[in-house]
């Protein structure tokens, strides 16, 4: 339905920066739920955060005021600028989309089963 290809990742160290973009294709629907989530092997997803199609964001707790999630409709990419990294945020990251339902349902509370991803990327935090 949209396809997501994640860059950015790379290595730090801890109390440093990264930006992950992520493109996406076009998609059929007029409202997307976007967002990041992370997964560390023989773990289960985190959604870190998202965005909904008003432009709202909701960020995990572990994230909240380090990671900033934004999108820019003309370059079709969707970003999370990353903070004041630390060592636990180590994992690879994936964007995910998919069709939003409307109310108040896109919010990071639902992004690890949002139903479109993309391969990931690694980002490593060192102390």
């Known amino acids: 339905e949209v396809v997501l290809v994640e860059s950015g990742g790379g290595s730090v160290q801890a109390g440093g920066s990264l930006r992950l973009s992520c493109a996406f294709s076009?998609?059929?629907?007029?409202?997307?739920?976007w967002g990041w989530f992370r997964q560390i092997p023989g773990k289960d997803r985190e959604g870190v955060a998202a965005?909904?199609?008003?432009?709202?964001?909701t960020y995990a707790e572990s994230v909240k005021g380090r990671f900033t999630i934004s999108k820019d409709n003309d370059k079709n990419t969707l970003y999370l600028q990353m903070d004041s990294l630390k060592p636990d945020d180590t994992a690879a990251y994936h964007c995910?989309?998919?069709?939003?339902?409307?109310?108040?349902?896109?919010?990071?509370?639902?992004?690890?089963?949002?139903?479109?991803w993309g391969p990931g990327t690694q980002v490593t935090v060192s102390s």
């Open positions: 995910a989309a998919d069709r939003e339902y409307g109310g108040s349902w896109c919010t990071v509370a639902v992004v690890g089963d949002l139903g479109n």
């Open positions: 076009a998609y059929p629907y007029n409202k997307y739920c």
């Open positions: 965005i909904d199609s008003y432009g709202q964001p």
